[in-house]
Nanobody, 125 residues
Framework: QVTLVESGGGLVQAGGSLRLSCAAS????????MGWFRQAPGKEREFVVAISWSGLITLYADSVKGRFTISRDNAKNTVYLQMNSLKPEDTAVYYC??????????????????WGQGTQVTVSS
């Protein structure tokens, strides 16, 4: 069993930055892909970004490419999401997810078995 806990959400003005963290516990995360998804009110959950166990491979949604950066510290069992140049449309609950997945499934939320409780990010205009 893997437990994921997100933190770092909050209210920020457009153009600002936030850094989300997702701390994992419960078992070793060897070979686990870590991903971030988000869900805005009235919308479906959408893929944001994912990172391989090694941290060498990342996959970004086009909507955040160039503004968001994912990283991980396996010694701390933590993954980070640095969000810069935030826009009002980035407002959502952000969830981290983990599982052992092939790269072709990283974008698919239903493929992940482990999820955090979510952290709210609100970007004001």
């Amino acid at each position: 069993q893997v437990t994921l806990v997100e933190s770092g959400g909050g209210l920020v003005q457009a153009g600002g930055s936030l850094r989300l963290s997702c701390a994992a516990s419960g078992r070793t995360l060897s070979n686990y892909v870590m991903g971030w998804f988000r869900q805005a009110p009235g919308k479906e959950r959408e893929f944001v970004v994912a990172i391989s166990w090694s941290g060498l491979i990342t996959l970004y949604a086009d909507s955040v490419k160039g503004r968001f950066t994912i990283s991980r510290d396996n010694a701390k069992n933590t993954v980070y999401l640095q969000m810069n140049s935030l826009k009002p449309e980035d407002t959502a609950v952000y969830y981290c997810a983990a599982d052992r997945l092939s790269a072709s499934r990283w974008r698919i939320g239903a493929a992940y078995n482990y999820w955090g409780q979510g952290t709210q990010v609100t970007v004001s205009s």
